[in-house]
């Protein structure tokens, strides 16, 4: 399925998910976190990807659900399509390509979700973060109370979500809630610049990297341990490992063929 408010390129080994509803708001519905998972499994089965950026081409990242949409659920349909919703939000954690957040505008409820589970967030000054839910009788249902927990913890997520407080980007940053703060200007380029350094990295060492730190964020420090086993006998194993050591030592630029 297709939707004409976000849509994907590709350049290269980074893919580009781009909000681009004509309102400027990229406000969320069933119908466009669809056309995320439609574009969600393109980028699945092509493995010559190594990394991702969420951006919008509007003002904002996004204002979150469509309260037009918001009057029109109940209980049953929340009951019918909320692990699907879970689903498609978490899997950006699934990808073994990292996956950059670009925020400018507004970047709400859902559409701040839709951040938390990106890898990396940058935020453009004058960028406004909130989870308001709790106005309208809700909660961050949508993988939000938990990330936001685990990436923030319990103190500020408490704050966010049971005050209702709107955040600008410094402050998003100083909490810890993006880990990259710039200009205006310059979110485009720091998300291009940041998709083009992991691209260039070994593509192995990057996928380990990014689900061993997942792991340990899931708080059992064995298993943690014990993929850093594994990961390290795998990587050790691969001729991308080879080509880093000998170009380090060689003083050139390495090639990467995630082999």
């Keep these: ?42 980028i699945a ?19 979150g659900v469509d309260t037009a949409f918001l009057k029109t659920v109940d209980t049953r349909f929340v009951k019918d399509n909320l692990n699907f919703l879970q689903r498609t939000f978490s899997r950006f954690q699934e990808f073994p390509q990292p996956v950059i957040a670009a925020i400018k505008g507004f970047c709400l409820g859902g559409g701040l979700e839709l951040a938390l589970s990106c890898d990396l967030r940058i935020v453009a000054e004058g960028a406004t973060l909130a989870l308001p839910e709790v106005k309208f009788g809700l909660t961050a249902d949508q993988t939000g109370t938990t990330r936001l927990t685990k990436l923030v913890g319990i103190g500020q997520a408490k704050k966010l979500i049971l005050c209702t407080e709107m955040i600008d980007a410094a402050e998003s940053y100083r909490i810890g809630l993006c880990e990259y703060l710039v200009k205006p200007e310059e979110l485009e380029g720091k998300a291009l610049q940041l998709a083009k350094r992991i691209s260039n990295l070994p593509p192995s060492a990057i996928r380990f990297g990014k689900w061993g730190v997942n792991v340990a964020a899931e708080g059992n420090t064995y298993a943690a341990l014990m993929f850093e086993q594994a990961q390290s006998i795998y990587c050790f194993g691969t001729e991308d490992k080879t080509e880093a050591v000998n170009a380090f030592i060689e003083k050139r630029k390495p090639v990467f063929n995630d082999k």
């Design 45 to 63: 089965q092509d493995n010559q990807l190594r990394a991702v950026i969420l951006c919008s081409s509007g003002a904002h990242f996004s204002a």
């Design 1 to 42: 399925m297709s939707d004409p408010k976000i849509k994907l390129t590709k350049d290269g080994y980074i893919a580009t998910i781009t909000f681009c509803d004509p309102s400027g708001l990229n406000l969320l519905d069933k119908e466009t976190v669809m056309g995320l998972a439609d574009i969600q499994e393109q």
